[in-house]
C-alpha cells in the first residue's frame, strides 16, 4: 500500500495544492517530539524536492530549537474527502527569519502573513504515501481568522514583545534562534 519516491510528482503536487490542514513533526536529539497542525494557507511547493512553510507566530516555538538540534523534519498530508491518501515528506530543514536576505524573496509567495515568525526550508529526500483507508471524512467549513487578527491588533512591536517572553526557549529550554542565530 505504501509507496517511495525520491520527489513530488505533479499529481502528488496538486493534491498538496487542496490540502487545509498539514502535520509537522520534529524532535530534537533529547526532550519532547513535536507534532504541530499547520493551516491557513502556510506552504507553498517551491520545487519538486523543496518546500517552504510560513511560521505565525504561537504559543511555543519547538520547530525552531529542534531544526537547531537536529535539522530532521516531517511533513504529513491526509486526505479527508473523496480519495483515501497520506502523504508524508521526510528531510532537512532550516529555519530563515525576517533578519535573514532570502526572507522577502520567501514571504513574496504569501498573501497573508500577519505574525509571521520564520520560514521553514525542508530539502525533500523522500516522499511517502499509504492509503489513508482509516482516516475519517471531515468537511473543511472555513479557516479560523482568530491568529491573523490577534496579530493585527498585536503589531509589530506587540508581536516581537511576545516573542521575547514567549518564543526565545522550547518546552525543554533549548534556543529557538528567534532574535539571534
Partial sequence: MAEKFEQLSEGLINF???????????????GYVNVSPKGMDSLR?????????????????????HLLDTNRM???????DKKPL???????ARAVHPRDAEWPALLANFD?????????VMDIELVLT???????????TGERQTLSDWAEKKGQAGIEEYWQQNNVESL??????IFED
Avoid: D
Wanted: net charge positive; proline share 3%.
Fill in 16 to 30: 498538496i495544492g487542496k490540502q487545509h490542514l498539514f502535520f509537522v513533526g520534529t524532535a530534537a536529539k533529547e
Fill in 45 to 65: 511547493v517551491l520545487s519538486p524536492t523543496q518546500v517552504v512553510w510560513l511560521n505565525l507566530t504561537g504559543s511555543g516555538n519547538e520547530t525552531a530549537a
Fill in 74 to 80: 516531517t511533513i504529513m498530508f491526509c486526505s479527508f
Fill in 86 to 92: 497520506i502523504l508524508r515528506l521526510y528531510g532537512q
Fill in 112 to 120: 497573508n502573513s500577519a505574525g509571521a515568525r520564520q520560514f521553514f
Fill in 130 to 140: 499509504s492509503c489513508g483507508y482509516a482516516v475519517p471524512f471531515y468537511e473543511f
Fill in 172 to 177: 525543554n529550554g533549548f534556543a529557538t534562534g
